[in-house]
C-alpha cells in the first residue's frame, strides 16, 4: 500500500529525493514519515509530517539537511535529501499512522524500502 522509492549511489554532499506513494487505501489523513535503517543498526526515525502537511520533525541527524512534504493530493510523501554524508547510507522506509504522535516503528503502514548509499 506504500511504495518507496528514489534511492540510489550518490556521493558525499549530494542531494537525493525520496517518493512514497500510496494505493490501495487513502492516506490523506495520516501522519506519514521516513525511517531509516543502517547495516548492522536499528530502524530509526529520520522525518515526519502531519496529514495536513502543517507539521513537521526531524531527527537531529537530519534536521537543516532533509526536508519532508506532501503531494498536493496529500497522498503521496516526499524526502529531499540534500549535503548527504556516508553516515545516511541506509534503507529507506515510509511508515504511516493514524497521528504524528503515534507514527514509530511499531506503525501499521510501511513501504518496502529503497536503498541509499553515499560515497565519501
Known amino acids: 500500500q506504500l511504495q518507496a522509492s528514489g534511492g540510489g549511489l550518490v556521493q558525499a554532499g549530494d542531494s537525493l529525493r525520496l517518493s512514497c506513494a500510496a494505493s490501495?487505501?487513502?492516506?490523506?489523513?495520516?501522519?506519514m514519515g521516513w525511517f531509516r535503517q543502517a547495516p548492522g543498526k536499528e530502524r530509526e526515525f529520520v522525518a515526519a509530517?502531519?496529514?495536513?502537511?502543517?507539521?513537521?520533525y526531524y531527527a537531529d541527524s537530519v534536521k537543516g539537511r532533509f526536508t519532508v512534504s506532501r503531494g498536493n493530493a496529500k497522498n503521496t510523501v516526499y524526502l529531499q535529501m540534500n549535503s548527504l554524508k556516508p553516515e545516511d547510507t541506509a534503507v529507506y522506509y515510509c511508515?504511516?499512522?493514524?497521528?504524528?504522535?503515534?507514527?514509530?516503528?511499531?506503525?501499521?503502514?510501511w513501504g518496502q524500502g529503497t536503498l541509499v548509499t553515499v560515497s565519501s
Open positions: 511508515a504511516a499512522d493514524n497521528f504524528l504522535e503515534t507514527l514509530s516503528t511499531e506503525s501499521q503502514y
Open positions: 509530517i502531519s496529514g495536513n502537511g502543517g507539521s513537521k
Open positions: 490501495g487505501r487513502t492516506f490523506s489523513n495520516f501522519a
